[in-house]
């Protein structure tokens, strides 16, 4: 390829490589011309070299801003986009990101020019600047030099950095039961004797802190807390510290008493002289107390004194401590009697403050606990020993409920002028001497095996009163069984008696109508008998006459005898007439007299043959 062509090919390249260094170095190339382009998302910041005419050359004294276009870096800033007649040997030109103030956050200014802050305050005033966006409205409404008293809430701002700072700062958050306590850094000189400034209005929490500053703020610790909740707080401005909300527990009445506040006039009256109570938002103790719940209080400012309602028990006795430890100083009395005896007494005390007069209390005595070692702990200590000197060691121990009633009352009365109910006085432990004790000891354990073996006689005769009852009840069925046997023999005799009684009469009835019967029946029968014996008489009588009486009587006999079956022949005829012979009738009677038939008619017996004479 000759010369020609090689200058050719690369005259025809040159417009190539022009262009492609036009479009690497476009801005080079603009900037030579006054062009500056500004990247989306960043701040161009002016830097002027200098100033060849005019009065505002220079900047003035103490100035770092320019504002009106003197040489030094400049008020306003380039946004994104082409800016023209910037000539590279005048201006200098800087990016900047956009200022990001992140969530949850806020962000704290810090202004590098302006005015000086004057008048005591720390902060410069709010200036009306679009969030420090208008650098040249900030310097031209006097916006004052140094921390800021606005902030820039979360989001994206233009900035110029060479006039302000901006520091990210988390918001403040205040949880639930718990109230913020603020310190302002700002605000006016608190009067002598203040130790906290009083509420003002309309500073939104003091979120808007030139808000605060146009009331009159006071500079330091406030009065007023914020409540739960997050909020858009200047760290430079104001200071929060997160404290629980005061809570008055069930039977209890809390007791204010206020640091700040205007002096109040005491609503007390004449009648209460210890000390002046106030009406609420005055300063001094407040004569209504809280009741049970939870209230947000400044702690620094406000004291809530809790003060039971309920009865409370405060023990003399070393060892023993209640919840509420009102009583843990308190220790077992010592007491001396009349008669030299020294010993320990431990004692309970009840007491009750009522709700209204909680007040009273607290001013008096400033808390519960003082009122326990200034009043109750030598009123009642006190007492008993004077009562103890006054009486033997025994007679106090034998009179002890006595005494505990004469406490109580006692103990009550004086209470009642603290503004206290004394409810009841109780004596627990009473530790006499040993000395005192063993002859009183051993005495009652006399009495008490004397009593024991009273118990244990009348045991023993309740024991044979019970072998007696068993043993009866044992034969108690068998003493039923014979009453009832006998019981029934009565019943059987009177029975049989009452039977043979009716038998009786019947047969005396029965007896009457036989014997009326039988007499009846007589005499008829007699006269019948009566009749045949006359006729048979007749008839004998008749044959008498016609036969000798002495045959006739001896016909009749042997008829008789030939019926009876009486042995005719006799074994052995005894007797006789006078004249050697007898009769046959003598002959049968003999017999009869032999086998003595006493008038039963009997088998004669067989004759003795061998006896026969």
């Known amino acids: ?44 910041q002016v830097n002027k070299k200098f100033v060849i005419f005019g009065r505002n050359r220079n900047l003035p004294g103490g100035a770092i801003i320019a504002l009106n276009g003197e040489a030094g870096y400049q008020v306003d800033t380039l946004s994104p986009g082409v800016h023209y007649w910037l000539w590279p040997w005048q201006y200098e030109i800087g990016l900047e990101d956009f200022t990001i103030v992140k969530h949850s956050f806020v962000g704290v200014v810090h202004a590098k020019d302006g005015k000086a802050i004057t008048g005591g305050r720390v902060l410069g005033k709010h200036v009306d600047c679009d969030s420090f966006q208008d650098a040249r409205a900030f310097l031209s409404k006097n916006g004052e030099r140094g921390d800021q008293l606005s902030i820039i809430l979360p989001g994206t701002y233009r900035i110029n950095k060479l006039m302000f700072s901006v520091s990210d700062e988390p918001v403040k958050e205040i949880e639930d039961n718990m109230v913020g306590v603020v310190t302002t850094k700002d605000g006016k000189p608190l009067p002598t004797g203040e130790i906290a400034g009083r509420e003002v209005a309309g500073h939104n929490m003091f979120q808007d802190g030139q808000a605060f500053m146009d009331a009159e703020g006071y500079k330091g610790l406030q009065e007023q807390v914020i409540l739960a909740g997050r909020y858009f707080l200047n760290p430079h401005f104001v200071q929060v510290e997160s404290k629980p909300m005061q809570e008055v527990a069930i039977a209890h009445a809390g007791v204010v008493i206020s640091y700040v506040g205007e002096a109040g006039a005491d609503v007390t009256g004449e009648d209460f002289q210890h000390g002046n109570l106030v009406r609420k938002g005055h300063k001094g103790v407040w004569v209504e107390p809280y009741d049970p719940g939870k209230y947000p209080i400044n702690p620094y400012t406000h004291k809530v004194e809790s003060v039971p309602t309920a009865n409370i028990v405060l023990n003399w006795a070393t060892g023993k401590t209640e919840a509420h430890n009102l ?8 007491v001396r009697s009349a008669d030299g005896f020294k010993f320990n007494l431990d004692v309970s005390q009840i007491i009750h403050i009522p709700r209204a007069d909680a007040p009273k209390v607290i001013a008096r005595f400033g808390t519960v606990a003082t009122l326990v070692t200034q009043v109750l702990e030598p009123t009642i200590g006190n007492y008993f020993r004077n009562t103890a000197q006054g009486s033997d060691a025994i007679d106090f121990l034998r009179e002890r409920k006595q005494r505990q009633e004469d406490a109580r009352q006692r103990i009550a009365e004086v209470l009642k002028e603290y503004n206290i109910v004394g409810v009841d006085t109780l004596i627990g432990d009473i530790n006499p001497p040993d000395e005192l004790m063993k002859p009183l000891t051993d005495r009652k354990v006399a009495e008490q095996e004397k009593a024991t073996y009273e118990a244990q006689q009348a045991a023993e005769e309740t024991r044979q009163k019970l072998e007696q009852a068993r043993a009866q009840a044992a034969t108690q069925a068998r003493v ?27 047969k005396k009835i029965n007896a009457q109508a036989d014997a009326e019967v039988t007499r009846v029946n007589g005499e008829a029968e007699a006269g019948k008998i009566l009749a045949i014996g006359q006729s048979e008489a007749d008839v004998i009588r008749l044959k008498i006459e016609s036969i000798q009486s002495d045959n006739y009587a001896r016909i009749e006999v042997a008829r008789a005898l030939s019926t009876s079956g009486f042995k005719l022949v006799p074994d052995v005829v005894a007797g006789g007439t006078g004249e050697g012979k007898g009769t046959l009738i003598d002959v049968l009677v003999a ?20 006896n026969t004479k």
């Open 1 to 44: 390829m000759n010369p020609h062509d090689i200058l050719g090919t690369l005259s025809g390249y040159s417009w190539v490589l022009v262009l492609i260094a036009a479009l690497t170095f476009y801005k080079t190339i603009l900037r030579v011309f006054g062009v500056v382009i500004i990247p989306k998302g960043k701040v161009g």
């Open 327 to 334: 009583d843990k100083n308190l220790s077992t009395i010592t």
């Open 480 to 506: 039923v069984d014979a009453e009832r046997t006998v019981q029934i023999a009565e019943f059987t005799a009177q029975a049989a008696v009452k039977t043979a009684t009716g038998a009786a009469e019947s």
């Open 591 to 610: 017999g009869m007299i032999r086998d003595g038939v006493n008038g039963n008619h009997a088998t004669p017996a067989p004759a003795d043959h061998g």
